[in-house]
């Protein structure tokens, strides 16, 4: 058990429509990170947010969004779904985002994945 | 931007032996991280192993080692005495050295452990 919570395991929905994705980190981890695993693109890194701000942006499609919330559970948006957007969303966490000894420096540890479908 | 390559779509090994699945990277960077997660049929991403770049030793996680050679940008990751539970996606991906990066995967190495 990782200790990443994500929030539903599986979503089916239809063309058009919006989710919305949960995961809660880590107890103490502030870095929250979103992946998308498709088949033709791979894992890719999405948006990662750092105590409530927005600290990088990847490959994330303007109909898709994010946040973290002061509990520092964070949730993606995906809006006007389409067939493409059918993957696995991974959201990861770790303990920070500034410089530190490689001792302090812990890597990301994964969520079981919420596995959207679009039919 | 960093990219991260395995060029082994797909291997298989017989239990109890050793196997090496590769990795290459290209990056400007002089200091930085590189993983390699293990993603089974459940499809959770399970960190195996993790090297520090400014490390010359060898990491090394039970039955998992790596060789990594920095001026070659290769990071190489060695299972010894396979089991089937070894079966799965492995996923070696790059981190700049700031904590709090996002990680670049590579494409993925699918590994069948034989009995």
């Known amino acids: 058990d990782s200790g990443v919570t994500q929030t539903p395991k599986h979503l089916i929905t239809a063309t058009g429509q919006r989710v919305t994705l949960r995961c809660s980190p880590r107890s103490g981890d502030l870095s929250v990170y979103w992946y998308q695993q498709s088949l033709d693109q791979g894992l890719q890194f999405l948006i990662q947010y750092y105590n409530g701000e927005e600290r990088a942006k990847g490959n994330i499609l303007e109909r898709f969004s994010a946040q973290q919330f002061p509990d520092l559970h964070s949730e993606l948006n995906l809006s006007s779904l389409e067939l493409g957007d059918s993957a696995l969303y991974f959201c990861?966490?770790?303990?920070?985002?500034?410089?530190?000894?490689?001792?302090?420096?812990?890597?990301?540890?994964f969520g079981d994945g919420t596995r959207l479908s679009i039919l | 931007a960093q990219t991260v390559t395995q060029s082994q779509p797909e291997m298989s090994v017989q239990e109890a032996e050793t196997v090496t699945l590769s990795c290459t990277y290209d990056?400007?960077?002089?200091?930085?991280?590189l993983f390699w997660y293990k993603q089974p049929p459940s499809r959770q991403m399970i960190l195996v192993i993790r090297?520090?770049?400014?490390?010359?030793q060898n990491a090394t996680e039970n039955r998992f080692s790596v060789n990594f050679q920095k001026a070659a940008k290769s990071f190489s990751l060695k299972i010894s005495d396979s089991q089937l539970g070894d079966t799965a996606m492995y996923f070696c991906?790059?981190?700049?050295?700031?904590?709090?990066?996002?990680?670049?995967f590579g494409g993925g190495t699918r590994l069948m452990v034989k009995p």
């Open positions: 991906a790059f981190m700049k050295h700031n904590a709090g990066n996002m990680l670049t």
């Open positions: 090297q520090e770049a400014y490390k010359q």
């Open positions: 990056t400007s960077e002089s200091n930085y991280y």
């Open positions: 990861a966490s770790s303990d920070g985002d500034r410089e530190e000894t490689s001792e302090r420096n812990q890597p990301q540890h």
